[in-house]
């Protein structure tokens, strides 16, 4: 499963909050983007979910869905 199906599963089904996350993507020095988000369960269990890529920019879309910001 990739990083923002992921994250959609942790949100909804397991009514997990993002609890950190940069504000854009990164590109690393290679030129390729990265991106991370944290996401905390009711249950207080931390999950850290990365990305590169275009899975990168994919997760930063969904992070920012879910927290209702436009991209």
Known sequence: MDASKRLQTLCS?????????P??????????E???VEVTSKEGIQYGLQA?????????????KALGRDT
């Open 13 to 21: 089904n397991e009514n997990g909050k993002i609890t950190r996350y």
């Open 23 to 32: 504000e854009s993507l990164r590109t690393l020095d290679n030129g390729v």
């Open 34 to 36: 990265h991106y991370f």
């Open 52 to 64: 590169y890529g275009i899975e990168a920019i994919e997760l930063y879309k969904e992070t920012m």
